[in-house]
């Protein structure tokens, strides 16, 4: 087109170059709509597999046949049903040789490990008046109670250490200072279990008695929020520690029990039931508690000061008290970590192995192997 044409040959020329243009304008769109669908359907296809992966769904994650908790405990010799049933009636158990060792593990690991973070241990009382459970938003004698009863007494077998805990500061005034308090309790737990059935319910997903580390917090209202976050948090951080699978779960309305304001439920993947199942929950119970109990603070005189206009005059009255903020959150219920660590870890020998954080609590021991 630079060179000298004829008239017609530059016209033609020209003609050519418009149609060249306008085919290259319908090609590009063309491609910028097979682009658009190929990625489409490259977006519909999964990554390759290692070639150690497992071929299937969630019930090939093992390549051998998994056994539920009850199986393992048996060629293990872990625990004895049967004995306990004989003894005490069912949904009792007896621990044996290394579970034992295990259940200590893990309650010292749980214990030593939320100790890390501020809380104070305690070791509560297993039996506690009718009236303190009652406070707590428990019905001891209600129709279709979880609470054992001590017949010719006030007293009752606690659920929980939530109850023992809550009445250590019953009927008095918290210095403002010293919230929030932070506990981590041991004990032993009983429950009736009244209406529990069905293969959900076997060996130690569902038992009588069962020892459980229990984290509880006293605070300001206007921080439970925040601890109630927190607490979620280090549940969280616990079973993540011990290579666990779970999901955390904010319960709906129908499933909060009287006391709870809000809760969050942890529950982990059990392949012998072949689903997720509960092994913690954190709770604010925001002032219902408190009330019941009469645990009070008095805020500190900065706060009174910044909540009012002008400065308090001379011999002006003490700030009124306030009802603190309960909160409470499972650390570890043994037995159902006992479940959770026997499924998710059993070996295609036959083996259980510990996980790392809890070894150094059961002196070493690594590997649970099949007895000779």
């Known amino acids: 087109m630079k060179g000298k044409l004829e008239p017609l040959v530059r016209q033609a020329l020209l003609e050519e170059g418009k149609n060249l243009k306008e085919r290259l304008i319908a090609l590009e769109e063309d491609l910028t709509h097979v682009t658009d669908n190929l990625q489409l359907e490259a977006q519909c296809i999964p990554n390759v ?30 625990f ?66 979880q609470v054992y009863s001590i017949e010719g007494s006030d007293q009752c077998l606690v659920g929980t250490s939530e109850i023992s805990v809550g009445g250590i500061h019953m009927d008095s005034i918290v210095p403002d200072s010293s919230l929030p308090l932070k506990y981590v309790a041991y004990s032993h737990c009983f429950r009736t279990e009244a209406g529990a059935a069905g293969m959900a319910s076997r060996g130690l997903y569902r038992v009588h008695q069962f020892s459980k580390v229990e984290m509880f917090i006293l605070c300001r209202p206007e921080d439970s929020n925040l601890f109630h976050e927190e607490l979620i948090e280090i549940e969280e951080e616990l079973f993540a520690s011990l290579g666990l699978h779970f ?105 259980v192995i510990i996980p790392e954080p809890l070894q150094p609590f059961m002196g070493g021991l690594a590997v649970i192997y099949p007895k000779s």
């Open 80 to 145: 004895d049903f049967d004995a306990a049933a004989e003894v005490s009636g069912s949904k009792f158990y007896y621990l044996k040789n290394e579970a034992v060792l295990l259940e200590m593990a893990l309650v010292n690991w749980a214990i030593s490990e939320v100790s890390k973070k501020g809380f104070t241990p305690l070791i509560t009382p297993e039996i506690v008046r009718s009236s303190i459970v009652e406070k707590c938003g428990f019905q001891p004698r209600g129709k279709n109670t």
């Open 247 to 351: 999901k955390t779960l904010e319960m709906p309305s129908e499933d909060l029990g009287a006391p709870a304001y809000r809760k969050f439920d942890v529950e982990a993947w059990m392949p012998g039931l072949g689903r997720y199942g509960e092994i913690s929950s954190a709770s604010n119970c925001t002032d219902y508690q408190s009330r019941r109990l009469a645990i009070r603070y008095r805020p500190s005189s900065s706060d009174q000061e910044a909540a009012v206009s002008g400065k308090r005059g001379k011999g002006a009255s003490a700030a009124p008290t306030q009802f603190v903020h309960t909160l409470n959150a499972t650390a570890c219920a043994v037995p159902r970590m006992i479940l959770c660590l026997l499924e998710n870890f059993q070996q295609e020998d036959g083996s």
């Open 49 to 78: 597999t290692h070639p150690a992966v497992p071929i299937g769904g969630e019930e090939n994650s093992f390549s051998f046949p998994i056994k539920d908790h009850m199986q393992i405990g048996r060629e293990l010799d872990l």
